[in-house]
């Protein structure tokens, strides 16, 4: 996934208000970037550090450019707007590249599934096939080495397990696929030391026929793209 256009470069000096973030540029001024990513993003801010940000000509945008990417103080990447990993996943199933997913003829973004009101990511399907249900989730924290999900307590990602088990349950196929935008991550782990549910939830689903993936980026300034298989540690 290219880049619509150049990125440009500040340094970040804060996010807050979850949404927002101050960086000051290399002429000394200073302005407010949208921060596109939910989570609490843990161990990925690093005041005084590079960021990249992307600029939008929609003069309704209040604050007109995104934060992409942060740069840590050991020259890893990683990609901060979350809302790229379902098109990365996209892109990678289209091109050939996440091989457990092949074979399907349609794909589908956000079709509502599941006894809890909630929309799959992707859904794949194909004749004498069943469908493929895929939950899509951006992996960026890193602590002593290792990559883990959630960076936070998640109980909208608990209920996402509990309907990827149902769908294994009626017969269906149910994927969750760890998006990794962090070049510096190398495996997926549960983080049960911040969200045990989660962590439980997940061994549950794994017992229970769920596929767990984990596919990681290469980031650059230019672009983000998935491109190998990385290890499921549980």
């Not at 996934?1 to 973030?21: N, P, V, W």
């Not at 996943?89 to 074979?103: D, P, R, S, T």
């Not at 194909?126 to 109980?155: N, W």
Request: proline share 5%; net charge neutral; hydrophobic share 35%.
């Amino acid at each position: 996934m290219k880049f619509s256009s150049e990125l440009s470069q500040g340094t970040l000096i804060k996010r807050y208000k979850r949404f927002l973030a101050d960086v000051a540029l290399n002429d000394g001024s200073e302005i407010t970037l949208h921060c596109p990513n939910t989570g609490s993003m843990k161990n990925c801010l690093f005041p005084g550090q590079p960021v990249w940000f992307s600029h939008s000509d929609n003069p309704k945008r209040k604050y007109p450019c995104t934060w992409e990417l942060m740069q840590t103080p050991q020259g890893d990447l990683i990609g901060i707007n979350t809302g790229r990993a379902n098109a990365l996943a996209e892109e990678a199933i289209v091109n050939g590249v996440i091989a457990e997913l092949q074979g399907y003829l349609q794909l589908k973004r956000e079709v509502r599934y599941g006894e809890e009101n909630s929309r799959i990511d992707l859904l794949l399907s194909a004749d004498g096939k069943p469908d493929c249900y895929i939950e899509v989730k951006s992996c960026t924290l890193l602590q002593d080495g290792k990559g883990y999900f959630p960076d936070a307590v998640t109980t909208r990602g608990q209920k996402h397990l509990r309907e990827l088990i149902q769908m294994v349950q009626s017969g269906h196929r149910a994927v969750l696929l760890f998006v990794v935008q962090h070049s510096g991550i190398n495996s997926v782990s549960p983080a049960a030391h911040i969200d045990p549910d989660y962590a439980a939830g997940l061994t549950q689903a794994m017992a229970a026929g769920v596929e767990v993936l984990a596919y990681k980026c290469e980031l650059s300034h230019q672009a983000i793209e998935i491109r190998h298989t990385c290890p499921i540690l549980v």
